[in-house]
């Protein structure tokens, strides 16, 4: 079984940048693809991006593609979410999860072991 657990939030300004950290443990987790995503108050959950197992590819969410890079670091059972240019309407709670059915990549439904998530506020 794999838990995961999401760190690296916090309050920045528009313009800055933080670096999430989805910390894995247990065994089934290298070899699955894994996917951000993100919550904001009063909306739904949305794609954010995805690595594939082997780091070889990735997908972005269109409002943050060219300012997040997601990638793994096999040693340290992690996927990283370098966040730059931050924005106020990129706040929100954000969740790492892996992903364990054949799907469209943005699909949460295919995800699983979801952590418990961590709070990304940008002040205008």
């Known amino acids: 079984q794999v838990q995961l657990v999401e760190s690296g939030g916090g309050l920045v300004q528009t313009g800055g940048s933080l670096r999430l950290s989805c910390a894995a443990s247990?065994?089934?987790?290298?070899?699955?693809?894994t996917g951000w995503f993100r919550q904001a108050p009063g909306k739904e959950r949305e794609f954010v991006a995805f690595i594939g197992w082997d780091g070889s590819i990735t997908y972005y969410a269109e409002p943050v593609k060219g300012r997040f890079t997601i990638s793994r670091d096999y040693a340290k059972n992690t996927v990283s979410l370098q966040m730059n240019s931050l924005k106020p309407e990129d706040t929100a709670v954000y969740s790492c999860a892996r992903k364990i059915r054949s799907g469209i990549y943005y699909s949460a439904g295919l995800y699983d072991s979801w952590g418990q998530g961590t709070q990304v506020t940008v002040s205008s």
């Open positions: 247990g065994r089934g987790f290298s070899s699955y693809a």
